[in-house]
């Protein structure tokens, strides 16, 4: 177990519990015996460093007066021992994503959650995910280490489940993985990951409890090497700029709610399918955090037709100060001030295209904006 900002004053707070899993000891390049399975898996750069982006955020940044930061929970495995140093200067070496270090992990987890009903608890997740079509596996470090793979991985249901016998009304999962479907854990019902805590009681789910993920079930979930995964840095931006509601007029709140639309938005690949598939979600949800400084606005503007882009000077004024996009991205995202807007593209003279101008309200989470060009 690796704890950081544990306070045990009495009173409701939020519990963080994050893990980073980027060394597969089992896999392709893993230090130890390779599985039987390893499903072309190997080993990943991105979870450690996007987990320990979240432990900074948590501990520097969460800001709820309902329920302040109480304790941060964590595991992360790479090659060598991650480490930090937290507000109060405290440093520790941070514990590998074991299964049996998750265990404890999450039993500590529980136990402060469960002190009190208006605690909120947060889980994260970054690291190789296998799915059935109906269940996401969240596998550990120690992955493969016998026959049976899922072993050393956490059935997300079951630890969802176990979760709702929690006294804490307030829970939000972050599943940063991929859901790739395994066939082999199609036919064999064997094949299922460790719960994680005790089986919990389905006639007793005290919870709200929605699940926001990175990948739609049979499909990936991606980061840049030696970086910090997309999901992580939207869920980021979401938390700090955009992902708010005006909670009854008076803060900007981050809400699961408000938190989705604008990870869907900032992750948004313009296929056509939903971004960011959300799994429990009932209402608007609960306050995870109150910014401290006006929000931002995630935006997407367009061109149609979009070959049209490349002589545009895209441009968007909000209370008179402009920004304009800076290279040729298309579409053009970009984080703009809440409230008035006009959004306009001007071409040179001899590109011979114009482009009607748009006047709107920006409002977050997130604004689509296409202007039409002849």
């Known amino acids: 177990m690796t704890t950081f900002h544990l306070d045990d004053s009495e009173g409701p707070g939020t519990h963080v519990f ?3 899993v980027g060394d597969y000891f089992h896999l392709k390049d893993g230090a130890k015996k390779l599985t039987r399975q390893p499903m072309g898996m190997g080993q990943l750069s991105s979870p450690p460093l996007s987990a320990l982006k979240l432990l900074e955020w948590f501990d ?7 329920a302040p930061l109480k304790s941060i929970e964590v595991l992360i495995s790479q090659r060598q021992a991650a480490s930090y140093t937290d507000m109060a200067n405290a440093t520790a070496e941070i514990e590998g994503a074991t299964l049996d270090n998750f265990i404890s992990s999450a039993e500590a987890w529980f136990a402060r959650a469960n002190s009190d009903p208006d605690n909120v608890a947060i889980f994260y997740f970054c690291g190789h995910g296998l799915n059935d079509g109906l269940n996401t596996q969240l596998l550990l470090s120690d992955y ?5 793979a899922m072993r050393h991985a956490i059935n997300l249901s ?3 489940l176990s979760m709702g016998s929690c006294l804490a009304k307030k829970q939000l999962f972050l599943i940063d993985a991929c859901r790739i479907i395994d066939p082999t854990l199609i036919l064999d019902p064997n094949q299922l990951g460790d719960p994680g805590l005790r089986p919990g009681n389905i006639t007793k789910m ?3 409890s929605p699940v926001i993920y990175a990948a739609r079930t049979g499909e990936q979930a991606f980061g840049p090497i030696d970086g910090v ?3 992580a840095e939207a869920l980021l931006q979401g938390l700090s700029k955009c992902g708010v509601h005006h909670w009854k007029g008076a803060s900007w709140v981050v809400t699961p709610l408000h938190l989705q639309l604008a990870l869907a938005g900032l992750l948004d690949d313009l296929s056509g399918k939903p971004a960011c598939p959300v799994d429990g979600l009932v209402g608007t949800g609960f306050e995870v955090h109150h910014l401290k400084a006006a929000p931002e606005v995630a935006v997407l503007v367009t061109l149609n037709p979009s070959a049209s ?3 545009a000077l895209i441009r968007a004024t909000c209370s008179g100060v402009p920004h304009t996009r800076t290279n040729q991205e298309h579409p053009w995202r970009t984080f703009l001030p809440i409230g008035p807007c006009d959004v306009d593209a001007i071409f040179p003279a001899a590109a011979k295209f114009t482009a009607a101008p748009r006047s709107l309200q920006l409002h977050p989470p997130w604004q689509e904006i296409e202007l039409e060009v002849t």
Do not use: C, M, Q
């Open 144 to 148: 493969g280490r016998d026959d049976r």
């Open 309 to 311: 882009h490349e002589e």
């Open 60 to 66: 520097r940044e969460l800001n709820n007066p309902k």
């Open 229 to 231: 995964s997309y999901f």
């Open 18 to 20: 994050i893990v980073g």
């Open 158 to 160: 079951g630890f969802r």
């Open 206 to 208: 005290n919870a709200t």
